[in-house]
């Protein structure tokens, strides 16, 4: 190559150099930036070389920018000084999901999908909801609405009490430092002493101005929020400082035109027995005398057809006897207790015995037997039987042919035998008797009963039987009489619920099952009954299902009778032995209960489950489908508005 032609070549380099020199400045990190009115595709891929940011550009984003910096840059500088550029010229760098950005106008860039409070900075869309505390959010709105940017956006919802604000992250900064400064408690709390009405009473009565008045700037005073304090008949009083002046005056009006010396006051009692109460008020009225040293005296009295208390005393004692009674005149829980009894029983029994018998005849009366009174049917009626066949119908031959008919039909069991009489008239047989029985026994009773906290109640389900007390005969054995009483029998429930703190129940519980057994002995009138009780006190949850006790009894029982000596010969000894064995296994637990009804709502849910249950069994059983519980209880609702329509509403 010749010289001229390196000199050529060092010339054109050196140009590429010259042109390029500005963007190779561009992509340097700490270097100065300079565009004047570069194509706005051109900075964006700049920006993108020298930050490895994805840009995705919009179709409509177009022009020339000039972006000037004497100092040098970082990347991170670098990109903020873009953001603010896009801005300056109509466009919005708004981040996506998978980590590129999209370049759109304005009015998209607040319409696209901004991250919801994020930490992003400077001329970015986002979107930031603000939950306020203390301030309305349609008030919020009204203050914070002019400082949105153009094409940004803020909405209120009152459900929430929130905004939802989307602008510039710069700008989301600042109007959150304004809510900030805006949404702060400036209420104050007041107490005001009342003398002349009730705590109760005034906030009734301003509770019910608050309902008829319209809301509005002009009805301020009764955004006050009002409590009644009873224990020092105050009244507190929350809200800004103005509105709670105003209803200081007003409670105090209210209190001060209030003022009577009237000595009679009624109170109708809604949950109470006034009966119950009067103990307790005139030891009240009895401890305000001695105390403060009533005038003149104080006496309360009950009004039984109304359920009212009349009070004759002095205003004061007027209030504080109304405090107490307003305590304890409230709707008190109620308790369902339910019972569950469980028994199962079970009785097995074996028998097995042999009886022989020989007889002699023809006037030689030897006699040879083994009988048991165990073992069906009975040789002895059975040999008898056959001796008397064939003779004459008399009395005897009748009653032992009836003996050995009887003795037949009480067999039980499996019974094999022979017997017969040979030619010298000598008289044999033997019967085998084999009896094996199981019988299983399930009882469950589940009685429920509904009771007051702290009332006693009883519920029984069963019979009265007659029990002989007693029997007498006059002189000479005349004018005999007997004295009888009556006995309950079957299932009896007696609860005294008391609910404590925690939905915890206690319960003193007396559960008692009793059943006729049977008579003493045969041809007796004297009755054996059997009784199964509990009584004790548990602590119960609510709805929880708790074992009472119970019982777990095993009796074996076994019997043999035979022929001395003889029974215990090996292998014949069977021959001269009865056996029996019995045994009764008994298995009983109670459990309870106890559900918890405090408003209308749980005892209306509790009884319609309760219907709905005894309804689906009847409809279960019944053949057409019809439940005859249903029917009764339209045809009382239709007979009940039926005399309703001809008598008119109650007070008419």
Known sequence: MTLSANHALT??????????????????????????QAEIQAVIDDVSAVTGYTF?????????????????LTSDQYFQVFLSTMRVHGYTVVPT???????????????????????????????????????????????????????????????????????????????????????RDTSVVEMVELTNVSAADMTRILQQMRTRSATGEDEAIFNVAIAPIPASNTVLLRGNRPAVDQMIALVRRVDSVSQSNQSFRVIYLSHADGEDLLPILQQVVDTLA?????????????????????INAEPDVQRQLELVI????????????????VEVSDSTAQALGVQMLLAGGEGDAPLAMTRFSANNPDLVALTGAAASAGDDDSDLNTTLRQAAINSLLGATGGTLGFG??????????????????????????????????????YFISGQEIPVTTGEALGSNNTNPFRTVDREEVGVKLTVLPQITEGNTVRLHIVQEVSSVAGAVSAGSTDL????????????????????????????????????????????????????????????????????????EADMQALTENRYDFIRSEQLAGSENGTSSLEAIVEMMMVEMDREVTATGPAGD
Do not use: W
């Open 97 to 183: 999901a998978s980590g590129a950005y999209q370049i759109v106008p304005d009015q998209a860039g607040a319409r696209s999908a901004n991250p919801v409070n994020s930490n992003l900075r400077g001329d970015q869309y986002v979107t930031a909801v603000v939950r306020l505390n203390h301030v309305a959010s349609r008030d919020a709105l009204a203050v914070v609405r002019p400082l949105i940017g153009t094409e940004g956006s803020v909405n209120a919802t009152e459900t929430g009490n929130v905004l939802v604000m989307v602008d510039y992250a710069e700008n989301i900064a600042r109007l959150r430092q304004v809510i900030r400064d805006l949404d």
């Open 326 to 341: 307003r305590q304890l005149d409230i709707r008190r829980p109620q308790v369902l207790v339910e019972g569950i009894i």
């Open 290 to 310: 001695d105390v403060e040293g009533a005038t003149r005296a104080s006496s309360v009295s009950h009004h039984a057809p109304t359920n009212a208390l009349v």
């Open 11 to 36: 010339a054109l380099c050196a140009l590429i150099l010259l042109l390029a020199a500005p963007l190779a400045q561009a992509r340097a990190q700490d270097q100065v930036v300079n565009f004047n």
């Open 528 to 599: 054996i009954t059997n009784k199964r009780e509990i009584s004790t006190t548990v602590l119960a949850d609510n709805g929880e299902i708790i074992v009472l006790g119970g019982l777990i009894r095993q009796e074996d029982e076994g019997t043999e009778n035979g022929v001395p000596g003889l029974r215990r010969l090996p292998g014949v000894g069977r021959l001269f032995r009865s056996e029996g064995t019995e045994r009764r296994r008994t298995n009983l637990m109670i459990f309870i209960r106890p559900t918890i009804i405090r408003s």
């Open 420 to 457: 017969g009489q040979n030619g010298n008239g000598n008289l044999f047989g033997l019967v085998l008797n084999a009896v094996q029985s199981d019988v299983n026994s399930n009882v469950l009773a589940t009685p429920s009963i509904m009771a007051l906290d702290n009332e006693e109640a």
């Open 56 to 72: 995705i550009v919009d179709p409509n984003v177009r022009g020339r920018v000039t972006i000037t910096s004497q100092a040098p």
